[in-house]
């Protein structure tokens, strides 16, 4: 569901906070997705998403 709203228009659309499967046990974090557009047969057209993962406890210690 994220990346089909995402891709129609050019806005950020991020994840509910899910568990980060690469960090230490239980850290949380969100995506953060971008549409990507390009040139070709069709000018603007999708060509994919730019993503970002964001750690939450990072987030918030950078905030404070």
Do not use: K
Not at 21 to 35: F, K, M, N, T, W
């Amino acid at each position: 569901p994220v990346t089909r709203s995402s891709g129609s228009s050019i806005q950020l659309v991020a994840t509910e906070p899910l568990t980060l499967v690469q960090a230490v046990p239980d850290q949380q974090g969100i995506i953060v997705l971008r549409p990507v557009y390009g040139p070709g047969p069709r000018p603007g057209s999708l060509r994919g998403f730019a993503a970002m993962v964001l750690r939450l406890d990072a987030v918030l210690r950078q905030s404070l």
